[in-house]
């Protein structure tokens, strides 16, 4: 039989009906289906068994049918008493064949679970509300299909299990109220910012799952100077909350003539939260390094329901791994944010040990020489604020936009390492941002070629070069 045939009413989604048999009644179950199909015994009694499969298949993937049932008894009870009607009528038309009997009971087993299971989920709804109402506005605890849907999935567009529920904090300290809560009711949390992460850290993976979104945590400061630990002079810096979109950020210093390094090619959607937690950086991170390069401080709620503030020593205003020794202060508090928990710890590291050589980020090292929050995707807890270093940019920039052509790129790839030592090699000028951009983004954002081409560039390579002297800065890009 075709694994890929699609008998199973109402089935719209990417499973075929071999995956779904599997996951409701298990592999030995498809396994039987087919050999009764093969010595012809099913026919009525294989739809029957499909209807019942798609019932609770819809169900179980479509939250509006959910939320319907879920509202109406008599409604919920009637699909129940249909279900069992099926299977009777299955039951009758067995004539005692054991393989249908077998298939039968996984059946009854699977139905009696979901109905169970649907009631247990329902309980837990009213006991999680009642709950999570008494430290969240109504508008900020949200069960609805709608929300929960809008949760599912990222850019990634992977798409597992649908959230039990959607929390948006107002503050700070909501967010650590929240986890509490999250703990005692036995739910997973799954912290999310922006969504515009590939890596599908933002994906509820179990069904009893809290995702906390950040959104609503948009506090930032004007720019303004402090004075960093282990340093003696004061440096241009801005405080944001996890839930301001990162442009906002950008634009702030901008507004100010200073350059707030982290650029990722989400920064129209992408937050803070997960510019931290991601380790973020962009165009611009070969001069000024990422996220991390450029954090100050940042603030987190542990899955404990605690506080975790982590600051950075004696920073080197530039990138980590040009540093011999890197030190991070890790404070920690009690619930009430306030009550110290221990004394500070220092986690003390070779700069190097942040980067692997000849790369700008080892994406492979969620570790970081456990350094909490930074590239851990969320897991570490949950990033509330962070207060991040903020540059001057040379008065005047060249962009080169270089596009290669043709099936070879072997002269391509290493102009990226030429134009960065070429420019690097120069007084008073600096490779501001750099850039590389494959065929297959090109094509995604549909780019318009500079040169007079009519085939799309198989590479192109952006390099932003800068200096206080015009001509330098002229002369340099000419050169490149």
């Not at 340093?231 to 003539?257: C, E, P, Q, R, Y």
């Not at 969320?378 to 207060?387: H, K, L, M, V, Y």
Request: aromatic share 6%; glycine share 8%; charged share 25%.
């Amino acid at each position: 039989m075709n694994h890929r045939l699609r008998e199973i009413p109402y089935n719209y989604t990417s499973f075929s009906d071999a995956e779904i048999v599997h996951r409701l009644l298990g592999a030995d179950a498809w396994r039987l289906l087919e050999d009764l199909r093969d010595r012809r015994v099913t026919g009525r009694s294989a739809r029957m068994l499909f209807e019942v499969l798609g019932d609770l298949w819809v169900v179980q993937r479509n939250p509006y049918i959910q939320d319907d049932l879920a509202q109406n008894r008599r409604r919920r009870q009637a699909l129940w008493d249909a279900l069992a009607h099926r299977l009777n009528d299955i039951a009758g038309r067995a004539d005692g064949n054991p393989l249908v009997l077998r298939l039968l009971d996984s059946a009854r087993a699977a139905v009696s679970g979901f109905t169970r299971q649907f009631d247990e989920d329902l309980m837990l709804r009213r006991k999680a509300e009642r709950r999570l109402l008494r430290i969240a506005a109504k508008d900020n605890v949200d069960f609805s299909a709608y929300a929960r849907v809008s949760h599912v999935t990222d850019a990634s567009d992977w798409r597992v299990e649908l959230p039990f529920v959607v929390l948006y904090p107002v503050d700070e300290q909501e967010v650590q109220r929240m986890v509490s809560a999250c703990r005692e009711l036995g739910l997973s949390i799954i912290p999310r910012g922006g969504g515009t992460g590939y890596t599908g850290g933002a994906i509820p993976l179990r069904r009893h799952c809290a995702v906390i979104n950040t959104e609503k945590l948009e506090q930032i400061s004007a720019v303004e100077k402090v004075t960093p630990p282990g340093l003696n002079n004061a440096v241009h810096s801005i405080f944001a909350g996890a839930g301001v979109v990162t442009k906002v950020v950008a634009d702030a210093a901008d507004a100010a003539g200073l350059v707030f390094a982290v650029d990722p090619t989400s920064l129209d959607a992408s937050t803070i939260g997960g510019n931290i937690a991601m380790n973020a950086g962009g165009k611009k991170a070969v001069l000024w390094g990422t996220a991390l390069d450029n954090l100050l401080s940042w603030r987190m709620v542990t899955p404990d329901g605690n506080w975790l503030e982590v600051e950075r020593l004696n920073h080197n205003l530039g990138r980590i791994h040009d540093q011999p020794e890197v030190r991070f202060r890790l404070n920690r508090f009690a619930a009430d944010g306030h009550t110290a928990l221990g004394e500070p710890e220092t986690l003390i590291l070779p700069g190097a040990s942040f980067r692997k050589a000849g790369l700008g980020k080892d994406v492979t090292d969620k570790f970081l020489g456990g350094l909490p929050g930074v590239q851990k995707e969320g897991c570490d807890g949950i990033i509330t604020s962070g207060r991040f270093l903020l540059h001057r940019m040379p008065a005047h920039v060249r962009t080169v936009c270089l596009e290669f052509y043709g099936s070879d790129l072997d002269a391509a790839v290493p102009a990226i390492v030429e134009v960065k030592s070429y420019v690097e090699g120069l007084e008073h000028v600096l490779l501001t941002g750099l850039e590389h951009l494959d065929e297959r983004y090109l094509k995604a954002i549909k780019y318009s070629n500079k040169a007079p081409r009519h085939e799309r560039p198989k590479m192109l390579l952006l390099a932003d070069i800068a200096s206080d002297d015009p001509g330098a800065a002229g002369a340099a890009a000419a050169a490149v």
